[in-house]
């Protein structure tokens, strides 16, 4: 089992600049893509970025640009800097990750959320 835990969201004002960090602990065996989805009010979860073992990452249009997707590998650790926020980056941030395992194969997790408010 692994748990994924958000930190780093709040409240900021438009142009300002938050980084969320996700940690990823338990019974970790390999953690392969880890990304970052959002979900504002009303709306259904998109993706805001992604990021493989090896580095490679992947943006949504609305946020490239704005948003910095990285990993630290030795901590299990993904981080979103997001810059020149906006009112519409406001929404619940949700860490997502592919752990695998010789027992259990390939699992999807997801933490629990962080909310993002832009105030105008």
């Known amino acids: 089992q692994v748990q994924l835990v958000e930190s780093g969201g709040g409240l900021v004002q438009a142009g300002g600049s938050l980084r969320l960090s996700c940690a990823a602990s338990g019974s970790i065996f390999r953690i392969n893509t880890m990304g970052w989805y959002r979900q504002a009010p009303g709306n259904q979860r998109e993706v805001v970025a992604a990021i493989t073992s090896g580095g490679l990452t992947n943006y949504a249009d609305f946020v490239k640009g704005r948003f910095t997707i990285s990993r630290d590998n030795a901590k299990n650790t993904v981080y979103l800097q997001m810059n020149s926020l906006k009112p519409e980056d406001t929404a619940v941030y949700y860490c997502?990750?592919?752990?695998?395992?010789?027992?259990?194969?390939?699992?999807?997790?997801w933490g629990k959320g962080t909310l993002v408010t832009v105030s105008s």
């Open positions: 997502n990750a592919d752990h695998s395992s010789r027992d259990y194969g390939t699992i999807n997790y």
